[in-house]
C-alpha cells in the first residue's frame, strides 16, 4: 500500500529538513569563525615576528656599516 502524506506531513518533513540544515549550517559558520580567528591570530604571531627580524636586520646592517667604514679607514 503507497503512502501519500497529507499537506501537513509534507510540510511538518519539509520543515524538520530546513531546520537540519540550519543546524548543520550554523556548525559549519562556527567552526569557520573559528578557523578565521585562529588565521587572524596566527598571522598577527607572523607580523610580530616579520617586525622582529626587519629590526635585527636594521640592526645587523648598521653593524656591517660600522665594520665597513672601520675597513675603509684603515686602508686609507
Known amino acids: ?5 497529507t499537506p501537513i506531513e509534507r510540510l511538518t518533513t519539509l520543515t524538520t529538513q530546513l531546520i537540519d540544515k540550519h543546524a548543520g549550517a550554523a556548525d559549519e559558520l562556527k567552526a569557520l569563525q573559528a578557523e578565521i580567528a585562529a588565521l587572524h591570530a596566527s598571522l598577527k604571531t607572523k607580523d610580530d615576528e616579520i617586525s622582529k ?8 646592517d648598521i653593524e656591517i656599516e ?8 684603515l686602508l686609507g
Open 66 to 73: 660600522a665594520i665597513v667604514s672601520k675597513i675603509e679607514s
Open 53 to 60: 627580524l626587519n629590526d635585527e636586520l636594521l640592526e645587523k
Open 1 to 5: 500500500m503507497l503512502f501519500n502524506p
